[in-house]
């Protein structure tokens, strides 16, 4: 029997080692009642991780097994590529079936990438209600906040009180499963407030809604980009974005847990961009995450070979003190490193909205100067060792300065590269990396062997 502890250890968001081996050998097994027990106790979101875990084959295997329609809440959990691999092996009333009782923002993201045959017999699952939302919310842009919006809420007059919230909170009227405020509209239905649940419940029933309202309230456009509504929902501690149309109409609203994942999405992208690995999960075939980086590792090729034509430049000087062969490395490794750091900062700060017109050149300051303190500071640590490790002071002279001279430029192509990526439109975390690289090699390269050759020889 194995080590509860050590069982524990394996776990991954209520996922163990152990766990899998048993659905596997359910799937094996063909035994669709062991399998049903094992997932029973699970979370969507646990059966949605347990499936990413395990190859293509596997998965194709368990939905034969498994009894009864796929949940749409696993669908709406998964990763995005394996949420397409499985949505191809459904048939449309299947994936019709899974999607039925999801909220509309879910069924969304569901249906906006299928084929028009899966899209059309999941939209005629829906009542024709909720149809008329999916369909009016495909038709926003696809980074909108009227496309990833939900439109069930609840709404009340602004002239209510907590007793008329609270009665008809208590009637038969349908409610989202999860809401935390009560959103005032006027009698053109346009937003002017909303009132948390809490202070509904903590008041007296006489008491008129639009003197509990929230200073936090304000309202996003349809069209607006929902990246700049998920930093406004942190930025401002919100829990709810009502999002309005061009009358200023209520229309749907943006939660908090929705605002977290996209964002979480968006650092996770930037990270994957700024390695050059593109948009893959560990899900991706061999065929599909080649295609993504060979274009990176093309363009690194690209920026090499033109580091390798400065270097062709020196030739002779090389060739006179072949110690520069051996410290070229360190110059142009320490000022890539540099650069990196720089970037990533920049990169990060662009995506939340820090670095801003009114700050770039204080920061571009600062990461030149530290940039300039590091390259000080590591130029009398090589000069020691080019002094010691060659016996040529000179030589110890020339690697410090060219330190120096990267290492400050590191840090202002860093942040200046990404800056002016973003003003000309381009995303920073995509194009920025190889541009960085390009200028620290060349400069590295240019300023040791170029000093080494003044001075030197």
Do not use: C
Request: zero cysteines; hydrophobic letters at 50%.
């Amino acid at each position: 029997m194995a080590d509860p502890a050590e069982d524990n250890e394996d776990e991954a968001f209520g996922i163990t080692d152990r766990l899998v081996a048993e659905v596997l050998a359910a799937v094996e097994a063909e035994d669709a009642a062991a399998l049903s027990d094992l997932l029973e106790p699970l979370h969507p979101a646990d059966i949605a991780h347990l499936l990413e875990q395990i190859d293509a084959r596997d998965r194709r295997r368990f939905l034969l097994v498994q009894s009864g329609p796929l949940d749409g809440d696993i669908l709406s959990e998964l990763d995005e590529n394996i949420r397409e691999e499985i949505i191809a092996q459904l048939n449309p009333t299947e994936l019709a079936d899974a999607v039925r009782d999801l909220e509309s923002d879910d069924v969304v993201d569901l249906v906006e990438y299928l084929g028009d045959q899966q899209q059309e017999a999941v939209l005629e699952a829906l009542d024709a209600g909720d149809r008329v939302v999916v369909e009016q919310a495909l038709s926003y842009p696809e980074e909108s906040a009227g496309r990833h919006m939900q439109s069930e809420l609840v709404r009340a007059p602004e002239h209510w009180t907590v007793g008329d919230a609270i009665d008809f909170l208590r009637s038969d009227v349908v409610l989202p499963d999860q809401f935390y405020h009560i959103i005032l509209v006027d009698p053109r239905l346009k937003a002017t407030g909303y009132v948390t649940l809490g202070r509904i419940l903590s008041h007296p029933r006489a008491m008129p809604l639009r003197d509990l309202v929230e200073d936090t309230f304000r309202t996003f456009h349809v069209t607006q980009d929902v990246e700049e509504v998920a930093q406004a929902i942190n930025h401002y501690h919100m829990i709810t974005a009502p999002v309005v149309d061009d009358d200023d109409r209520i229309v749907g609203v943006i939660t908090i847990d929705d605002a977290m994942a996209f964002l979480e999405e968006e650092a996770e992208e930037d990270i994957l961009r700024l390695a050059g690995v593109g948009e893959g999960s560990l899900s991706d075939r061999v065929i599909d995450t080649t295609r993504q980086r060979f274009p990176w590792l093309a363009v690194n090729l690209v920026t090499a070979i033109f580091a390798s034509m400065v270097i062709s430049l020196f030739e002779d000087t090389i060739a006179g003190l072949v110690a520069l062969a051996v410290l070229m490395p360190i110059v142009a490794s320490m000022g890539g490193n540099a650069g990196t750091q720089s970037l990533t900062v920049a990169v990060r700060a662009i995506a939340t909205r820090d670095l801003t017109g009114a700050n770039v050149w204080r920061v571009i300051r600062r990461e030149v100067l530290v940039g300039l303190i590091n390259g000080l500071a590591f130029a009398v640590v090589m000069g020691v060792i080019g002094i010691i490790w060659f016996g040529s002071p000179m030589l110890g002279a020339v690697i410090a300065a060219a330190m120096v001279i990267n290492l400050v430029v590191a840090g202002l192509a860093g942040t200046v590269v990404p800056v002016l990526l973003e003003r000309l439109g381009i995303d920073p975390a995509l194009a920025s990396g190889a541009f960085v690289t390009t200028v620290t090699d060349v400069v590295g390269f240019f300023a040791f062997l170029g000093l080494a050759a003044v001075w030197l020889l």
